[in-house]
């Protein structure tokens, strides 16, 4: 990738899944990483083990809806490597009680608007000013749920769909200034957490309604993070990207 080798960036859920693999591509492609996550012990052994193969890397404890703990991991990040060229705002959850817009408790709505609209809109609060010296990218994590029109966790799409907003909001705003923010909408990717829960008979059934034959890895989505940082984006700005094999075909 050009202009990637030797940037500086945030994965905000990068312990396991998707954000520990892509951690893993970046620090291969020469960037300088930290991974924050709630997960403090499973992230520093995600970092250990990046580490272990010549990364540049450090874990730090976040809580990706608390305002000063997404302040105080970009000043660190900042303070360790020298400055901010793209945060990674990834982390998401509270999808457990996530059940229908008739059965959900209010608890579980305010949680998932918590961790899946407020984190991304605090990442962006400290990242964006912490980039404009000299401009960055923002990269938001959302899904192909938030297009997919599900029976179940309503909670999740809508706050998917809000992330989209706060893109184009923010490549509208700082565009002009140096500042990208697009959007990655997975489909269903074999994390271990995903792939615990398949059965063969699962697995058969994706594959033959999906035009790429096969299943989404994590890997696919670090690619296209890893493009997104990269100078080879420079001119894509306020887009949604579909990764899913052709599962769901959009403009
Ligand atoms: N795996 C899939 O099939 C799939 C599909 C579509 C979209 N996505 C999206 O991709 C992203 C990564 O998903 P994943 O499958 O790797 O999930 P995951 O649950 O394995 O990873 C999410 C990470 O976010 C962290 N996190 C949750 N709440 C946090 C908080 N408040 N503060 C800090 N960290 C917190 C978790 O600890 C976890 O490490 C998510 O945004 C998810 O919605 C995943």
């Known amino acids: 990738m050009r202009g990637l080798s030797g940037k500086i960036g945030i994965i905000a859920g990068g312990a396991r899944g998707i954000g520990a693999a892509t951690a893993e591509r970046l620090c291969q492609e020469g960037v300088k990483v930290v991974i924050g996550d709630i997960l403090e ?14 990364g540049e890397i450090t874990a730090l404890f976040l809580n990706g809806t608390d305002a ?15 400055g901010l060229d793209f945060y990674h705002s990834n982390l998401a959850g509270g999808t457990t009680e996530d ?13 998932s608007l918590a961790i899946n609209i407020k984190s991304h809109v605090l990442a962006t609060r400290y990242a964006v000013p912490a980039m404009m010296e000299r401009g960055g ?5 959302s899904s192909g749920s938030a297009s997919a029109g599900e029976n179940q966790r309503p909670a999740y799409a809508m706050t998917k769909n809000a992330i989209h907003a706060l893109s184009r909001h923010v490549a509208r705003k700082w565009g002009q200034k140096g500042i990208r923010a697009n959007v990655i909408c997975p489909g269903l990717i074999m994390t271990e957490a995903v792939a615990i829960h398949m059965t063969d008979k699962h697995i058969e059934g994706i594959k033959r309604h999906t035009p790429s034959t096969r299943l989404g890895q ?3 989505i670090a690619g296209l993070v890893a493009f997104l940082a990269s100078d080879d984006a420079q001119f894509v700005n306020g887009q949604a990207w579909h990764v899913n094999g052709g599962v769901i075909m959009r403009d």
Do not use: F, H
């Open 218 to 220: 994590p890997e696919d």
């Open 68 to 82: 000063a703990s997404q302040e105080a991991i970009i000043a660190k990040t900042v303070e360790t490597y020298g």
């Open 41 to 54: 012990d499973e992230a520093e052994a995600t970092a250990e083990r990046i580490r272990s193969q010549g």
């Open 99 to 111: 059940t229908n817009a008739v059965d959900i408790s209010e608890e579980a709505l305010d949680n």
């Open 137 to 141: 990218s923002m990269i938001y994590t």
